[in-house]
């Protein structure tokens, strides 16, 4: 899946077309203020974007979901850099409420032949 859209519609998309997934945003383009990046859902990462960074929801940004990469990236902001990673279907990391303690993902399609 592909889509280039502003960064509230990519992720509006992200939830509809994924229902379980969980999104870790990078530290490196959000400022944390001790707040956990890890184990977000689009409609939070919305919600919160709007209260810190809401210029940051209207945004040009392209979201990638398929073998090699999912995350979303903001390229006016940084192109090598996702603003954030995608983990589809509830895989590892399950979504727990912005906790820390998961484990990271290595595979992000364990069960695809």
């Known amino acids: 899946m592909y889509l280039h859209d502003n960064l509230q519609v ?3 998309a992200l939830e509809s077309r994924y229902p379980n997934h969980c999104v ?4 490196g383009i959000i400022e944390s203020r001790g707040v956990s990046l890890t184990g977000w859902r689009a409609p939070e990462v919305v919600n919160m974007l709007a209260k ?3 210029h940051l929801l209207e945004a040009p940004a392209e979201m990638i979901i398929d073998y090699g990469a999912c995350a ?9 850099m996702p603003l954030c990673t995608i983990h589809c279907q ?6 727990i409420a912005h ?11 364990p069960n695809v032949p």
Do not use: N
């Not at 870790?24 to 530290?27: A, E, G, Q, W």
């Not at 979303?72 to 090598?80: F, K, N």
């Not at 906790?99 to 399609?109: N, W, Y």
């Open 90 to 95: 509830g895989k590892v990391p399950p979504y």
């Open 72 to 80: 979303i990236y903001l390229p006016d902001i940084s192109a090598t």
């Open 52 to 54: 810190t960074a809401p």
């Open 99 to 109: 906790s820390e303690d998961r484990p990271q993902q290595k595979d992000l399609f």
């Open 10 to 12: 990519c992720l509006y």
């Open 24 to 27: 870790d945003i990078s530290p």
